[in-house]
């Protein structure tokens, strides 16, 4: 598979394990958000947070918005996700999957006409 942009989400991922390495697993997303958000910042790479994306559905923009965790270099979105373990256990549903989302920025900005 090819992924959009892949230098610049490979320098993302790279931050986002960095921060996996030193933090380790079962903190809240937020820790995780907020860690990340500084790993960024420490490798110089440009980021928002909760951007707010206009949709448009057959070129009409919905009321309805939408927002990644993270932003970075202004088309690449990033989700943040710690998964629950109750009981010590991993608990996955199998519609359940952790992902890194890749967008076009330009998709959700432009009405369709």
């Known amino acids: 598979m090819e992924l959009l942009h892949e230098d610049l989400t490979y320098e993302i991922i790279g931050a986002a394990m960095e921060v996996h390495a030193t933090l380790g697993a079962g903190l809240l997303e937020s820790v995780y958000q907020e860690a990340f958000a500084i790993e960024l910042l420490a490798r110089g790479i440009p980021f928002e947070t909760e951007k707010r994306l206009d949709i448009f559905y057959k070129g009409i923009k919905l009321e309805k918005h939408f927002s990644a965790d993270l932003t970075c ?41």
């Open 73 to 113: 270099y202004n088309n690449v979105m990033c989700y943040v996700i710690s998964p629950k373990f109750p009981f010590g256990k991993p608990t996955f549903p199998k519609f359940t999957r952790q992902f890194f989302v890749t967008l076009e920025y330009e998709y959700y900005q432009k009405p369709t006409s």
